[in-house]
């Protein structure tokens, strides 16, 4: 049975901080990690996705996946209001096409 | 709009009832899948499509439920008999037809059981 954990939520930062969110999966052959940002009431929107070992940069996000560890993180630089929503780690792989999901980490960033 | 579309976004049914929710994918994506969000949890997959084909339903629950997607036409989830516990926001995702990539969700059928 995959299983993806999220820390356990709610997030809350002040504008213009950095908000740090980490995930971790249990299966070691998963190979596609992606972050989707869900507001309430709507539905899941991809923001990064991250493939290899290291850093990916997009903007203010950045992904960070670590394979040996079983660990992928999402850091938002600048934390804006506006990014007040539901972080969803979701990992990919070993044969499946199918999307795991972690329980999500709920961000507020406080004006 | 090139996007995932969902319809109906909102969907009430009394229980007993057949609920039927289509997708139809981005232009250029040929994979299907559909997850449910219940109220405070995450989402869970339930099923993954091609055309005419399901490839893995091991999320769906053994009776009442079932899905397809025809040659032409969008995708189909179909509820027979829906109990109060169907109660969720029922999403779509597709992604093209290349190992690894990204799938992008629709905007959800909300379905609430009298």
């Known amino acids: 049975q995959k299983e993806v954990e999220q820390n356990s939520g709610p997030l809350s930062v002040p504008e213009g901080a950095i908000a740090s969110l980490n995930c971790t999966y249990s299966?070691?052959?998963?190979?596609?990690f992606f972050w989707y940002r869900q507001y309430s009431g709507k539905s899941p929107e991809l923001i990064m996705s991250?493939?290899?070992?290291g850093d990916k940069e997009d903007g203010r996000f950045t992904a960070q996946l670590n394979k040996a560890s079983q660990y992928v993180s999402l850091l938002i630089r600048d934390s804006q209001p506006s990014d007040s929503a539901t972080y969803l780690c979701?990992?990919?792989?070993?044969?499946?096409?199918?999307?795991?999901f972690g329980k999500g980490m709920k961000l507020t960033v406080n004006p | 709009n090139a996007g995932v579309m969902q319809n109906p976004r909102h969907l009430v049914r009394r229980r007993g009832q057949e609920a039927r929710l289509r997708c139809s994918p981005m232009?250029?994506?040929?994979?299907v899948y559909w997850y449910r969000q219940l109220p405070e949890e995450g989402l869970k997959f339930m099923v993954y499509?091609?055309?005419?084909?399901?490839?893995?339903e091991s999320g769906m629950p053994k009776e009442r439920f079932s899905a397809e997607f025809p040659k032409e036409g969008p995708s189909i989830l179909r509820i027979q008999q829906v109990v109060r516990g169907d109660s969720a926001a029922y999403f779509c995702?597709?992604?093209?037809?290349?190992?690894?990539?990204?799938?992008?969700f629709g905007d959800g059928t909300r379905l609430s059981i009298l």
């Open positions: 979701a990992v990919k792989g070993g044969g499946s096409e199918k999307l795991v």
């Open positions: 991250i493939y290899s070992n």
């Open positions: 995702a597709s992604s093209p037809d290349r190992d690894g990539q990204p799938q992008h």
């Open positions: 299966d070691r052959v998963s190979q596609s």
């Open positions: 232009k250029g994506h040929s994979h």
């Open positions: 499509l091609q055309k005419e084909n399901i490839i893995d």
